[in-house]
């Protein structure tokens, strides 16, 4: 659905073989590939901020300001937290999600699930 180039199959393949038993490609393709998408965006800012020399540019009257890479890498970072908390890829994630499995699921009609 989503058309990712080479280097982002890649990471798509790495996040897939990663998340293991968890991962569905029918359910999870859509979310594996953004974070592929935004895995390969920081990587693309992170490699330009290094050709910069520096994270901020700093104009001949000196005013200063953050390159733009600094914000997308920023915004990569949190929509990356927040898909990956869908598959508990953090301690505190993989708590919560081991807490929802554990718990008797509420049956508020009262037919058999």
Do not use: P, W
């Amino acid at each position: 659905m989503i058309n990712l180039n080479k280097t982002e199959k890649d990471i798509y393949n790495k996040i897939a073989e990663m998340l293991g038993e968890k991962y569905e490609e029918n359910r999870d393709s859509i979310n594996v590939s953004i974070m592929a998408y935004h895995i390969n965006l920081i990587n693309t800012c992170t490699k330009t901020l290094e050709e910069l020399g520096s994270l901020v540019f700093i104009a001949e009257s000196t005013y200063r300001q953050k390159y733009a890479e600094v914000s997308l890498i920023e915004s990569s970072f949190k929509e990356l937290t927040k898909l990956g908390a869908l598959y508990g890829l953090s301690l505190r994630d993989q708590q919560k999600l081991n807490d929802l499995a554990s718990k008797d699921v509420y049956d508020a009609f009262d037919d058999d699930l």
